[in-house]
Structures are given as structure tokens and as C-alpha cells.
């Protein structure tokens, strides 16, 4: 590794970094884009139906219809790129980076594996090392960044449906913000701390250990606000075709169409990273006290498509809420749960738990 | 007259949400599993251009003109379906003919032009229904399409071979009776 860092004329350093950098981004993106594959014949064997297996590379080479993926990004990519007469050009073209670049980093901090000693050296498998003090706090306020994207695609594209969309997301955010972050507060507080190399060191490798047992109403309320966070059903109130065309992206085409779309997919690897790590354990392997890292870096990937899947089953089998009951939900049901949560765990460490 | 709405009273479990939402889940990975571990041939899609449906008996398809076993057609151009059809789409010029030689016999009348828009056609059946001699059927044929709208009409000789292939009979581009109709009178 060092000759190739000299190779490259890095530090060591340097050159781990972008090592991580380019395996972690281009995983969650490669993820990401397999996953509109996985929604949509997913979706298919739920509804009984078939989904995309005919696309083919030559006509002949079909691998189960994952050359759609190939073929999409063809087309998006030799659709013309429309914007409208009347729209903000420069936050136009904006929006959709605004909304792929917070998604994408807000992985930045999540441990996808044990670290490992080679060299006398220690590897961190995150991209940002623990103990860099913004721990979990770093992607809870990216994530929060993720609505700008929506919001400045709704506004720029100046057209009313997409306003609107843009509005409910903006809302959607405030009222879902809350009730997760106290959630993620009782994980820190009962941890004692906001890294996430912590939270998962604290959560050990027994599943009766991991968080979720311990606070299952805290998974739930933010297991809930996740799905408000990365905007999808049942409470994709950017979007909504009965109500206002396509939301948001109304205006959007071509490329900038499906960077807007391979946000979402990527927002939503890196909140399934999120929960695997605030809820279950992260790298931790079950019942396995000192794992290989090829081990820990398994189970994390596993937990993490467990979920990511757990987000394509649910939007399949709900309705989406209305407005007013998504509202309802954020401010009446979830804020108090999760402050109910919050003070019973604060009163169960004050008994000295 | 008034409808009584029955009121659902949801016991406190189905109002966590977490409970039905479970139920409904079960419910779609249940349709998931069931799916993964069907053949693609057992699922209810049949994939059109691989797999077709099955034609039951008495289906309304392309249209075919029967012909006799040597050939001849057995359209005797009685003008019955063309007058049946609701969509006019049959247009049929008649001709006389005679020959000692095949089965009709005698003096005949026959189609010397027989055609159906089958961009019109509605395939309702009811030329089939008028028919006389059992001449005209509508068969399981339902693949019609051209790239063109002369192409849809379909002349006397089309339509006669229509099912030539599937049957396994010969293509039969002209008349096995002389065309210029002799006027011979026999008794």
C-alpha cells in the first residue's frame, strides 16, 4: 500500500483516504442505482406482476433484467436537456447536485467495518476517522441539508405544482426533524456519547445488547421519520401524481432527472446505514465476539440491504398519508414519542441502569 | 333510501399503526415469496411475444373464406354478409361460372371479388352468423397488423389462405374453376 501511495506521490494517508473516498461513494452509488432495479421487481413480486426482465445487452444477455439499469442511464443520458423558459437557470442546474452531494456524504462518518492494525498502524473503515467530534451529528445535519436540493428544484423549475411539492417537503422536514433527532438523543445519551464507532463499541455483539431492544419505540419513531427524511412512501409528499403531477421534478429531465431520482435511492442506503448502526449493532457480528473485518464489513452490508429492502417492502404495502395525517403524525404522535422515550431513559439512568 | 355505514372500531392495537402495518407487510412478503418461487410461466403475466394465451373455441379472429376440398371457394356471393355486417366493411362482386368437373356443380354463382377492411371490422361475427354455406368463419387469429392501411384490406385470395398454414393446406392463388365462365347448360 505504501509503494503505491509513493507511487501515486501520496502520504499513506492521503492515500488510504482516497481509497475509502472511492470504494465507499462509488459503492453507495453503484447500490443505489441497483436498487431502482431491485424497487421495481420488487415492487413487481409483491403486486404479482413481472416488472423489467426484457431489456437485454445485444437482445441476447438479459441477467434478469439488470440491464435495464444499463439502459436507463443510456437514455437519460441522450435525453435533451430541457429547462424552462421561465425557470432560475443557475439553481436549476443546482438542485439536483444539492440534492445527490448531501446523500451521498452523509455517509461519510458511518463505520462499515472494523478497523483493523496492519503496519502498527490503524485503519478506520469510515471515511472520516472516529474521534473527528462530529460523530453522528454529521449526518443528521446533512440529512437535514437533503431538502434544500428538493426545495431549490421546486422553486427554481417556477412551476406551481412543483412549489407546492417543494413546500410539503420543506414542512414534512420540520415536523419529522424533531421527533428524530430526540430519538438519536436517548442513543446518545444512553452511549454516552455521539460517535458512531462508540454507539456501536457500546452496543456490543449480543443482539439483546443492541439498541433496538433497549428502545424499540425510539426504532420505530425513527425508523418512521427516516422514511419522511428520504421522502419516500408513505409520506413522499414531494412528489405526488394524484395530487401534483410529479412534485418536485415536474420540470426535470434527462440527467439532471436521474441524478434527482439516484438521490433518493442513495438518501435512502444511507439511512439504512443509519439505522444499522444507531440500531442494530452496526459491524457487529451476532454472537461473534472478535470478527474479521471481511466478517464485520459483511454484516454491516447485510443489515444495511436488509433495510434498504425493509424501505422498498413498506412503501409497497402502504397507502401513502394524506397531508394533514402525516402532520398529525410528526407533531402529535411522533414528537411525543419520542419524547416519551427520551425522559424514560433519562429516568432509567438516573436509577442507575 | 339511506346506506348504513358499518363504523370499523380499531381496538387499541390497530391504532399503534406498528400492528397493522406488520399485518400488511406479512401480506406483501407473503406475495413476494410466492413469486420468487413461481416459474416465470406459472405467474399470472403471460409475456406476450413468448407465451400467448390460449384461443377458446368460437374466439372472433381474422376472418377465413372455407373453400371445398379441391380447392373451390365456397362463397356463392350472396351478398347476406355484406348486408349483416354493422361496420360495412365486406365489399363482394359476384360472378358467374360453370364447370362439370367440381363438387358445387353446374351453374354457380361466385365472389370474383371479395374484401374486408379489416381496419373497419369489428369483429362482432355476425358475417359468419348470415352466412348461408358456412362459408365465411371467424377464427383464432387476433396478430392483425400492417404497417399500412392497404395492407388491412383484405382481398379474395387473402382472405381464403388466411389459415392455409396453420391448417396445413396449400396457398391458393387463383381459381381451380376457369376464370372466364363458361355458359354451358346442363340438365
Not at chain 1, 447500490?31 to 423489467?52: H, K, Y
Not at chain 1, 417556477?158 to 438519536?184: D, F
Not at chain 1, 415536474?250 to 431520482?261: P, R
Not at chain 2, 377458446?56 to 371445398?68: N, S, V
Request: glycine letters at 8%.
Amino acid at each position: 500500500m505504501d509503494m503505491l501511495a509513493s507511487l501515486l506521490h501520496m502520504t499513506p494517508a492521503i492515500f488510504w483516504m482516497v481509497v475509502k473516498v472511492v470504494i465507499v461513494f462509488s459503492a453507495i452509488m453503484l447500490l443505489a442505482s441497483v436498487w431502482t432495479w431491485v424497487e421495481r421487481r420488487g415492487s413487481a413480486m409483491i403486486q404479482d406482476r413481472i416488472g423489467p426482465n426484457r431489456a437485454a445487452i445485444f437482445g441476447k444477455i438479459r441477467i434478469i433484467g439488470l440491464a435495464q439499469l444499463l439502459a436507463d442511464g443510456i437514455k437519460f443520458f441522450f435525453k435533451e436537456d430541457l429547462v424552462p423558459e421561465e425557470a432560475n437557470k443557475g439553481l436549476f442546474w443546482l438542485a439536483p447536485f444539492l440534492a445527490f452531494v448531501p446523500a451521498l456524504i452523509g455517509f461519510a462518518v458511518i463505520p462499515f467495518g472494523k478497523s483493523f492494525v496492519s503496519g502498527g498502524v490503524t485503519y478506520y473503515l469510515s471515511v472520516l476517522d472516529p474521534g473527528n467530534g462530529m460523530g453522528l451529528l454529521y449526518p443528521l445535519a446533512i440529512g437535514g441539508m437533503a431538502v434544500y436540493g428538493v426545495l431549490l428544484a421546486a422553486w427554481s423549475s417556477n412551476n406551481k405544482w412543483s412549489i407546492l411539492g417543494g413546500m410539503r417537503a420543506a414542512a414534512a422536514m420540520v415536523s419529522y426533524e424533531i421527533g428524530m433527532s430526540l430519538a438519536v438523543v436517548t442513543i446518545f445519551m444512553t452511549t454516552g456519547g455521539y460517535d458512531p464507532a462508540e454507539v456501536i463499541r457500546a452496543q456490543g455483539h449480543l443482539p439483546w445488547a443492541w439498541n433496538i431492544v433497549h428502545q424499540p419505540l425510539g426504532f420505530i419513531v425513527f425508523f418512521t421519520c427516516m422514511f419522511a427524511e428520504t421522502n419516500r412512501l408513505p409520506f413522499d409528499f414531494a412528489e405526488g401524481e394524484s395530487e401534483i403531477v410529479a412534485g418536485f421534478n415536474t420540470e426535470y429531465g434527462s440527467m439532471k432527472f436521474s441524478l434527482l431520482a439516484l438521490a433518493e435511492y442513495s438518501h435512502l442506503m444511507t439511512a439504512s446505514a443509519l439505522v444499522a448502526t444507531l440500531y442494530f449493532g452496526g459491524w457487529q457480528v451476532p454472537f461473534v465476539q472478535n470478527p474479521t473485518v471481511m466478517l464485520s464489513v459483511a454484516s454491516f452490508l447485510l443489515k444495511m440491504l436488509f433495510f434498504a429492502w425493509v424501505f422498498v417492502w413498506i412503501r409497497w404495502t402502504l397507502p401513502r398519508f394524506r397531508y394533514d395525517q402525516l402532520m398529525h403524525l410528526g407533531w402529535k404522535v411522533m414528537l411525543p414519542l419520542s419524547m416519551a422515550n427520551l425522559v424514560f431513559h433519562a429516568w432509567r439512568m438516573s436509577q442507575g441502569h | 333510501m339511506g346506506v348504513i355505514v358499518k363504523k370499523v372500531e380499531l381496538g387499541w392495537l390497530d391504532r399503534t399503526y406498528v400492528w397493522p402495518v406488520m399485518k400488511g407487510m406479512a401480506i406483501t412478503f407473503g406475495h413476494f415469496i410466492r413469486n420468487l418461487f413461481t416459474t416465470t410461466a406459472k405467474r399470472y403475466t403471460i409475456q406476450y411475444p413468448d407465451m400467448k394465451k390460449e384461443i377458446p373455441a368460437g374466439y372472433r379472429g381474422l376472418h377465413e373464406l372455407k373453400r371445398f376440398e379441391d380447392g373451390a371457394i365456397k362463397c356463392v356471393a350472396c351478398y347476406m354478409c355484406q348486408e349483416a355486417c354493422p361496420a360495412r366493411c365486406i365489399s363482394i362482386e359476384a360472378e358467374e361460372f360453370s364447370d362439370l368437373n367440381i363438387t358445387q356443380g353446374f351453374e354457380e354463382k361466385r365472389p370474383a371479388k371479395f374484401s374486408i377492411d379489416m381496419l373497419r371490422c369489428i369483429y362482432c361475427g355476425m358475417c359468419e352468423e348470415a352466412c348461408p354455406k358456412d362459408a365465411i368463419w371467424l377464427r383464432n387469429d387476433y396478430e392483425v397488423a400492417a404497417y399500412d392501411r392497404l395492407s388491412m384490406k383484405y382481398g379474395k385470395w387473402d382472405l381464403m389462405n388466411t389459415y392455409a398454414e396453420a391448417d396445413g393446406k396449400d396457398r391458393i392463388t387463383e381459381d381451380t374453376t376457369p376464370t372466364v365462365p363458361r355458359r354451358t347448360i346442363v340438365m
